[in-house]
């Protein structure tokens, strides 16, 4: 019958409406932003870069490899290249990014920056609450706004974040094996004369 649908939503409607005096079960809005309902840990939004210990230069992970800027569907981020190195994780010199810029007006969520990062150095947030009264150059997340530190992500996505952990100690763990297996034996000293003589003679 025409219109039965309508009838059994309203029925819906009242039932959550007169019970949620009764059961607040049935409250099925928050008063935000008094109130906010937990995000799932696969919520996503923008990306965020990622460093570890407490400073945001030394640690960052980023080594400005360009592949995420080259990736981009929308082409919204932007990275120059620094001129010198530091140190990555394991002790290797690397390049960091001078500028790391991402738009935010642009960015469609895709998440394709952080599939394609070879260094785990990019991750995606869950700050939703961006919005700006300015338009264009406030909608460029800078690099220093868009590095947090490792325990920032521990906090949004603990179990990604682990496995990500233990992924990097696993791969800086082989790469110091390989190390000491490529390092050259330390040289022998040469046996005392008459060592021989005297271990045949006894
Ligand atoms: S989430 Fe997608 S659109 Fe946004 S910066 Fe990453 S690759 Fe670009
Ligand atoms: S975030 Fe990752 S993919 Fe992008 S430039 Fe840095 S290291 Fe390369």
Redesign the pocket.
Known sequence: MIGTGILKGMAVTARNFVGSYFDEERLITVQYPEERNPLPENYRN??FLLYDGDDPHAGLRCVACKI?EK????Q??YIVKSDDKKPDYMGKPQFYPKVFD?DISV???????VEVCPFEAIKMDKDFELSKRERFNHLLQRKEELSKPNEYYHSICPTEAADVDAKLAAAAEAAAKKKAAAAPAPATSPAPSGSSSASASS
Request: glycine share 0%; charged share 5%; net charge negative.
């Open positions: 923008f990306p995420c990736e981009c569907p929308p919204c981020i991402i960015c469609m969520s895709c998440q394709i920056c």
